[in-house]
């Protein structure tokens, strides 16, 4: 689509013709030249850079105060503004770039708090929603002990107070989320129905706050990423975490708790002269007494706290699809990108992030391996179920029990590796 900006010549321009009308006998040329007087300039409504830190639609001024959003800067050689749409609760929106604020708030005045999001265009396949800002009221947390266990298996990880999910009739939905997701985002197949984006409060929390960035993708525009991912990443290396997990944290908590009831996928782009992907806990441990690292799902195949994979992973996992070890110390042989590896996993789970036998002879009790794939497209798929394990007093029978614990979620670094 593009504006029309019909511009009167001022001052110069119009003694100009003026003159030249003057000048010329003829009426029918002197018709002519009056025509001249007006210029009518075009220009792509483009996204734009505002004054501030926020993009916009460049549009006219008019359109732009038709439109609801607020001018911030020019763009299109002066001739248009930088038109910024900063929506409130109940607010729809077929703008291509939107934002969806709630300031830091006790209680929002609007409950539920639902946005509307729809397709600015019919070639439009992917929307995607960054979390510049994500912090209301968070899961209900367990706590692991080394001690004694908890029985609140049913309540751990729900969403209890506030929660947060996204439409998409006719594909798949978002998972619902809560807590804090400051850095995450989701992307969504987009709906020819409209996208309903929703917030749902619950009692009086200390505060709540969102700032949400929503960028529709044409279809085939790789920075969409692939249908199907809800996540996805671009880049040599990175870090990805489950939503809700305390990722500017340097020590993971006993009361770090992943959500329940989570089933997506998170999906990563090969880069050019890349054939393989890495992944490893952040925080690999602690110096703090619990010594948790920032991976830790479901129960352990043992009384004490190990790792496990595969049919062990049957309740919280992840699943990363033709999954080799990286032996940094011991006898096993390294990953080595092209190579046939004598051992490959998809689910991985328990305590800690590596295979169950390891090199070093402790049966997977820590989190100094890489767990590696060549299987193209790179993809990990994570899975949570509806209640944590929270009766008995070994790790096997209790995700509460013993450091680290299976309620922790995950927090990773990725890395792709040199074909």
Request: hydrophobic share 35%; with cysteine; glycine share 10%.
């Amino acid at each position: 689509m593009s504006s029309w900006l019909s511009i009167l010549a001022l001052a110069l321009a119009l003694a100009w013709n003026i003159a030249e009308i003057s000048s010329t006998p003829s009426n029918a040329t002197r018709q002519g030249k009056l025509f001249s007087i007006f210029q009518i300039i075009n220009f792509p409504n483009d996204a734009c850079g505002g004054s501030s830190s926020r993009n916009g639609t460049c549009y006219t001024s008019e359109e732009c105060a038709s439109k609801g959003g607020s001018a911030s800067g020019t763009c299109a050689q002066g001739f248009g503004v930088c038109c910024i749409f900063s929506l409130a609760c109940g607010s729809t929106t077929s703008e291509n770039c939107t934002y969806l604020v709630q300031a830091v708030t006790s209680m929002p005045t609007v409950d539920p708090c639902t946005f509307t999001i729809c397709k600015c265009s019919s070639n439009i396949c992917r929307i995607r929603l960054d979390f510049a800002s994500f912090s209301i009221a968070g899961p209900a947390v367990g706590t692991t002990s080394a001690t004694a266990g908890q029985n609140q298996g049913g309540a751990i990880g729900d969403c209890v107070t506030d929660s947060f999910s996204v439409t998409s009739p006719g594909n798949t939905a978002s998972p619902v989320i809560c807590g804090f997701n400051t850095g995450q985002h989701m992307i969504m197949d987009a709906s020819d129905k409209c996208h309903k984006a929703s917030f749902d409060f619950g009692g009086i929390v200390t505060s709540r706050q969102f700032d949400i960035k929503v960028t529709q993708y044409a279809c085939g525009d790789e920075n969409g990423g692939p249908d199907g991912c809800l996540q996805y990443f671009t880049g040599n290396t990175g870090t990805f975490a489950n939503y809700n997990f305390p990722t500017t944290a340097t020590t993971v908590t006993s009361t770090v708790t992943h959500l329940s009831n989570q089933c997506y996928t998170m999906c990563f782009r090969q880069e050019q002269g890349k054939c393989a992907i890495c992944f490893q806990p952040v925080i690999a441990a602690s110096t703090a007494a619990i010594n948790q690292a920032s991976f830790g799902l479901s129960k352990s195949p043992a009384a004490i706290a190990i790792g496990t994979q595969d049919t062990s992973c049957s309740m919280d996992y992840l699943q990363i699809p033709g999954a080799e070890e990286d032996e940094i110390t011991g006898t096993n042989p390294n990953f080595i990108v092209g190579s046939i590896a004598t051992k490959i996993h998809n689910r991985i789970c328990g305590r800690f992030f590596n295979f169950e036998t390891t090199a070093d002879g402790v049966g997977g009790a820590d989190n100094e391996e890489s767990i590696c794939t060549q299987q193209r497209p790179f993809r990990v798929h994570f899975k949570t179920d509806a209640d944590e394990v929270t009766t008995g007093a070994t790790a096997d029978m209790n995700e509460q029990m013993i450091h680290p614990g299976g309620i922790i979620g995950f927090h990773l670094n990725y890395a792709l590796q040199d074909c």
